[in-house]
T-cell receptor, first 116, second 111 residues
Framework: GAVVSQHPSRVICKSGTSVKIECRSL??????MFWYRQFPKQSLMLMATSNEGSKATYEQGVEKDKFLINHASLTLSTLTVTSAHPEDSSFYIC????????????FGPGTRLTVL | DAKTTQPPSMDCAEGRAANLPCNHSTISGNEYVYWYRQIHSQGPQYIIHGLKNNETNEMASLIITEDRKSSTLILPHATLRDTAVYYCIVRVLNAGNMLTFGGGTRLMVKP
């Protein structure tokens, strides 16, 4: 089956530092990857849509200069949280849309970010 | 995508069937019903989807009413590992756009 990995699975950083999260489709190509954020006891909220070779599309209220997204290949998208603050602490999840007729999406295991 | 309504929480005894309802009264003719679940601190996991006929796979069964305005996900023999938040999502097949998650139902399977 289609597998999506995220790295790291868990990260703790100091306030003001930047953190990069990788999302990889391991056995399929993905032209589009979606980045979600989930706060405790809440549902997943879409942050941005990442398209290979082009700029990401951000949802309303998500700062593009703070959450930098790069989708340089058909198997890798990265999310960089710049100048992280405690309020950025959250569970970040990516999903990858398979480059196939079914356009099926597969989710990564998530990255738990804690900003001290 | 059509809006869905699910109860916020449910309990189920281990070994018994868990029946999770979902209302989607504004569903369009070309929209499918998808179910995902999210175990604590993990990414969502696809369970099953269907259009109008009942569907069954190794994880669950999906029962869709004749008018397609509601559906029920059935876990025939719930185990403790089935404790999770279950999301019902309505969308066009192969749409490729992002998935919109509502509140879901938090299922607690108890021994």
């Amino acid at each position: 089956g289609a597998v999506v990995s995220q790295h790291p699975s868990r990260v703790i950083c100091k306030s003001g530092t930047s953190v990069k999260i990788e999302c990889r489709s391991l056995d399929f190509q993905a032209t589009t990857m979606f980045w979600y954020r989930q706060f405790p006891k809440q549902s997943l909220m879409l942050m941005a849509t990442s398209n290979e070779g082009s700029k990401a599309t951000y949802e309303q209220g998500v700062e593009k200069d703070k959450f930098l997204i790069n989708h340089a290949s058909l198997t890798l998208s990265t999310l960089t949280v710049t100048s992280a603050h405690p309020e950025d602490s959250s569970f970040y999840i990516c999903s990858a849309r398979r480059l196939a007729a079914d356009n099926e999406q597969f989710f990564g295991p998530g990255t738990r970010l804690t900003v001290l | 995508d059509a809006k869905t309504t699910q109860p916020p929480s449910m309990d189920c005894a281990e070994g018994r069937a868990a029946n999770l309802p979902c209302n989607h009264s504004t569903i369009s003719g070309n929209e499918y019903v998808y179910w995902y679940r999210q175990i604590h601190s993990q990414g969502p996991q696809y369970i099953i989807h269907g259009l109008k006929n009942n569907e069954t796979n190794e994880m669950a069964s999906l029962i869709i009413t004749e008018d397609r305005k509601s559906s029920t996900l059935i876990l025939p023999h719930a185990t403790l590992r089935d404790t999770a938040v279950y999301y019902c999502i309505v969308r066009v097949l192969n749409a490729g756009n992002m998935l919109t998650f509502g509140g879901g139902t938090r299922l607690m399977v108890k021994p």
